[in-house]
């Protein structure tokens, strides 16, 4: 079963557009969404949270229609934003206070132990907490409600190493329990290497692939090597070359090919990074979206 389905989504700015976006995430996955600045992650999770309004498509969770269930779904899934979205004039306590009705499995005895384990003090005022704090608050508060998806938009952004590292062990644990799911956006493509399962890479606006993140891994190689081998032949095989004076290194999906015309070059596995890196700006059909007024709204497209 699929906890988020979301089919061709279209929205426009007056310089952007979502056109078409596909994709699910199905139950007991992290997903990773990927792509650069300004793709379109943010404005894809704001619609899916009803904070965008598309002019075509359709988005379901737990096989509900988005729009109709809206209620009864949001009082299902936990929300973890970059931004923390948080009265800054308030303390933990009051802010809790504040969301926590929302929702009709709150536990008190859940966010307290959040609380202590990410040692944070409810008597702390918003605006006195570090980055890192308050995205340790916006995730006990996501964790507190039994929430079975959690939607993340850049969680780990800004964050030092040991609380990225913290916050990764923390979904880990989440994913324990059956039935749950992940969507994950972010640039920090090296978290994804560590607790993805699923891949969704999504660039200008339009989706350019969904794939299961091992699969992905092994279709992808690094190749460096002597920059006077790369001729006609070999240099359509490659995604992306960078070339310098000591050579170049290139993305390919045709390893063996290389292996063959190139029996010198140095062959090695990719990163996420690499493999988002190798895809960005690649040509694609331009999608035509569903008939629908394509109001404009403020510019939050990244």
């Not at 307290?112 to 006990?140: C, H, V, Y």
């Not at 794939?211 to 920059?227: A, H, I």
């Not at 390919?252 to 062959?267: D, F, W, Y």
Request: with cysteine.
């Amino acid at each position: 079963m699929d906890v988020l389905q979301v089919q061709g989504l279209c929205k426009s700015y007056d310089k952007f557009a979502l056109r078409d976006v596909t994709f699910s995430v199905p139950e007991g996955c992290i997903a990773g969404f990927i792509g650069a600045n300004g793709a379109g992650k943010t404005t894809t999770l704001r619609s899916v949270l009803g904070l965008a309004r598309p002019s075509a498509g359709r988005i379901r969770l737990f096989g509900m229609d988005a729009e109709k269930n809206e209620k009864e779904i949001k009082d299902r899934i936990g929300v973890v934003f970059d931004d923390g979205q948080f009265y800054t004039e308030l303390t933990l306590k009051e802010m809790k206070n504040v969301l926590s009705p929302a929702y009709s499995s709150w536990s008190e005895q859940d966010f307290s132990r959040w609380m202590d384990r990410f040692e944070l003090s409810q008597r702390q005022k918003i605006s006195s907490l570090s980055r890192g704090m308050r995205m340790k608050f916006a995730l006990a508060l996501a964790l507190s409600h039994k929430a079975e998806f959690l939607l993340m938009d850049e969680p780990t952004s800004g964050l030092d190493p040991q609380i990225r590292n913290e916050f990764l062990d923390v979904l880990a644990g989440y994913m324990e329990h059956g039935g749950r799911g992940v969507l994950f956006s972010t640039h920090i493509t090296s978290d994804l290497d560590k607790v993805a399962d699923t891949l969704i890479m999504i660039d200008r606006g339009r989706i350019v692939f969904q794939e299961d993140k091992d699969v992905l891994m092994e279709s992808y190689r690094s190749v460096r090597g002597d920059t006077a081998a790369l001729n006609e032949e070999i240099r359509p095989l490659f995604m992306k070359i960078t070339e310098g004076s000591f050579g170049f290194t290139g993305i390919t999906k045709e390893a063996e090919r290389v292996r063959r015309l190139m029996p010198g070059a140095l062959i090695e596995k990719v990163s996420v990074e690499d493999i988002m890196l190798a895809n960005l700006g690649k040509e694609a059909p331009q999608p035509v979206c569903g008939h629908g007024q394509e109001e404009k709204e403020e510019t939050i497209y990244d």
